[in-house]
């Protein structure tokens, strides 16, 4: 018994092709609706109702309805999220026999609804339980189900238009309900690339949030899981991919370090023929920094937040980059000294209202720092779960330089001199403080690059710390990083020293203006694809880089060779 409701459970699908135009059985569907109707209820309520919607010419209606709203949508998003979302079927409104809306009133039960006090939301949650019933019962009867979803305001008055339904009653969901010839082994939004399932463990929490473990397991630490995901780049797919590029349609090595990219991508993916990197999202994070205090930058520290409200508005130039070439921007506020509106596109991360003054004392003790990591792992493991195979870093931060160039001086050794830059553009006079400052900083706390954590708490800043998580998370779940400027180097820099075989999921997109990005590169072993003397951060130079790689990855898979093509290779000799 047990076992046939877990295999119901664990096969039920939002079906959205494949449907058979026979009618559903009156005692079936009578049968899948009881199922419904014997949903809990906060209160005992029943907020639902149910509209069977067998008409045709409604059906079409709804069905231009969607359409409409799906392409408006679309429109709004970044490029490959929209290939993608208009490649999901909507016919199934048309193809199944029957829909069924079902609906909530917020009103029924009346004043004194026992759970709805306080909480009137609570009775259209109600309704969500009634559609999961039907969803379950359906799939147990062989039928399947596919969930519409995207009406905005106006698309819901319409509906409401179409069903009659009065103007107290909300629509929660519109269901397309049918035979189908066989259901998929994976949800189809997972086979279109749209998302992917996130894994148990990331859901459990034992007791408090953030201490992850199943039951009976010992809760997991977020930083060591990732630590220990993070295994090398596959060699036989680095080698199968180098072969391949040997036998494609054109001289060997005329594509340069371009070959090198594709040969990168497979080793990451673990595939001879690698995955386009796309759809793409570049996660800017956030933070101000103590060692501001010591005028090592002319730019006030209200700049970083009036900065996040331009990512967040679209006026900074990652956001025209990420417009051109159809980049989710996604803003991580870690460590902004101010209180940050909740907007869309703003993740509130927040660690504390910067860092402390490094050269007072440390930037953050140790468990600060660790809360930032894990903020990059799980931005990282969040983006890629919502389908991206690419993950860019960005980087906010006025005073941000200073930070990353002590954390480049304390994992590679380098002299302050060497590695400090003028940042925002500062004067001579100001650079030689900033040198100064960090010599300091880094003569008070004398870090050890052996302890990475140790590092990052003494003269790092939140936003490096958040990138750092970002690369590891990456690198567990194999999906390439390409890095920006500095501060993106110095963040590699430290997720390298937690796991050396991080840095084989990095991709340098550019060389910094900023002399310490070239330091950090060098140290990585990682060669810039750009050089366009840039020093914005943000996620610029890797943005321009992209393209790069996405035409290393399309490449590998469009390009015939030689043998399939009947081009003659040239002989040796």
């Not at 819901?156 to 010839?181: S, T």
């Not at 054109?250 to 990451?268: M, N, Q, T």
């Not at 399309?554 to 040239?570: C, E, P, Q, Y």
Request: hydrophobic residues 45%.
């Amino acid at each position: 018994m047990h076992g046939d409701f877990y295999d119901v459970l664990h096969s039920r699908r939002d079906v959205r092709t494949g449907f058979r135009p026979d009618p559903v059985d009156d005692a079936v569907l009578t049968r899948v609706l009881a199922a419904a109707h014997a949903a809990p209820s906060v209160g005992f309520s029943q907020p639902w109702d149910f509209v069977l919607v067998h008409d045709a010419g409604v059906r079409d209606r709804v069905r231009a309805l969607v359409a409409e709203h799906r392409e408006r949508y679309a429109a709004s998003l970044p490029g490959a999220r929209a290939e993608a979302l208009r490649d999901i079927r909507i016919e199934a409104i048309r193809e199944t026999p029957l829909n069924v809306a079902v609906t909530a009133d917020p009103t029924r039960g009346g004043r004194h609804t026992l759970g709805r006090h306080g909480r009137p939301e609570m009775g259209t949650y109600s309704a969500a339980l009634a559609v999961q019933n039907l969803w379950l019962a359906a799939r147990a009867e062989g039928l399947g189900v596919g969930w519409v979803s995207f009406f905005d305001d106006a698309g819901l008055a319409a509906v409401h238009e179409l069903l009659g339904l009065p103007g107290h009653v909300q629509l929660v969901a519109y269901l397309c309900v049918g035979h189908v010839e066989e259901f998929p082994d994976r949800p189809e939004l997972e086979q279109h690339g749209w998302a992917r399932r996130r894994p148990l463990d990331w859901a459990v929490h034992q007791g408090t949030w953030g201490n992850r473990g199943l039951p009976g397991a010992a809760p997991a630490a977020l930083l060591e899981s990732a630590v220990d995901a993070v295994g090398p780049v596959d060699a036989a797919a680095r080698a199968a991919a180098a072969d391949r590029l040997d036998r494609m349609t054109k001289p060997r090595g005329a594509l340069g370090r371009v070959e090198d990219v594709a040969v990168a991508l497979a080793g990451i993916a673990g595939e001879p023929v690698p995955a386009v990197p796309a759809p793409a999202a570049v996660a800017v994070f956030a933070a101000d920094h103590g060692v501001h205090a010591r005028g090592v930058t002319p730019w006030p520290q209200e700049v970083t937040a009036q900065m996040v409200a331009n990512f967040t508005g679209g006026g900074a130039v990652v956001n025209a980059f990420a417009r051109q070439l159809g980049v989710e921007v996604q803003v991580v506020d870690v460590g902004v000294a101010a209180e940050l509106d909740p907007v869309p596109g703003l993740l509130p991360r927040k660690v504390a209202r910067g860092t402390a003054d490094m050269t007072a004392g440390p930037a953050m003790t140790r468990e600060q720092a660790r809360t930032a990591l894990e903020h990059g792992i799980e931005v990282a493991r969040d983006l890629v779960a919502a389908g991206n195979r690419c993950l860019l870093t960005g980087d906010m931060g006025i005073a941000n330089t200073t930070a990353a160039a002590a954390l480049i001086c304390a994992f590679t050794g380098a002299d302050p001199a060497e590695v400090t830059g003028r940042g925002t553009g500062v004067d001579d006079e100001t650079l030689a403080l900033k040198t100064a400052v960090v010599r300091e900083a880094l003569e008070r706390h004398r870090p050890d690059p052996a302890d990475p954590l140790g590092v990052l708490a003494a003269v790092g800043g939140f936003e490096h710390a958040g990138l750092a998580g970002l690369v590891l998370g990456a690198a567990a779940l194999r999906v390439p990083v390409l890095l920006d400027g500095v501060s993106a180097g110095a963040a590699a820099l430290a997720a390298a020293a937690f796991a050396p075989d991080a840095t084989g999921y990095c991709l340098a997109g550019h060389r910094s203006a900023e002399p310490g990005g070239a330091a950090a590169l060098r140290h990585l072993g990682l060669t810039p694809l750009l050089e366009l003397d840039m020093r914005l951060g943000e996620g610029t130079g890797a943005l321009l880089a992209l393209p790069v790689l996405q035409g290393a990855a399309r490449a590998m898979a469009d390009v015939a060779t030689f043998d399939s093509a009947g081009v003659t290779d040239k002989t040796d000799g």
